[in-house]
């Protein structure tokens, strides 16, 4: 669920797969990004990723 309130999309994190909203500091590269955070474009998210799938098939 989107809370940006601009008109801007969430996008799918490519490294933990959950959502996240578009933040200031993306303004000027928000197309290019595809983790919400450091450790996930670091490949050090594999913990969380984990989680995400076992969350996912127990939904
Ligand atoms: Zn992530």
Redesign the pocket.
């Known amino acids: 669920m989107s809370r940006t309130g601009g008109g801007v999309p969430d996008k799918i994190?490519a490294?933990?797969g959950?959502p996240?909203a578009w933040r200031k500091k993306w303004a000027r590269c928000w197309e290019e990004v595809r983790?919400?955070?450091a450790a996930?474009r670091e490949g050090r998210?594999q913990a969380a990723t984990a989680a995400a799938e076992k969350r996912r098939k127990g939904a």
């Open positions: 994190c490294g933990c959950r996240f983790y919400c955070s996930c998210y």
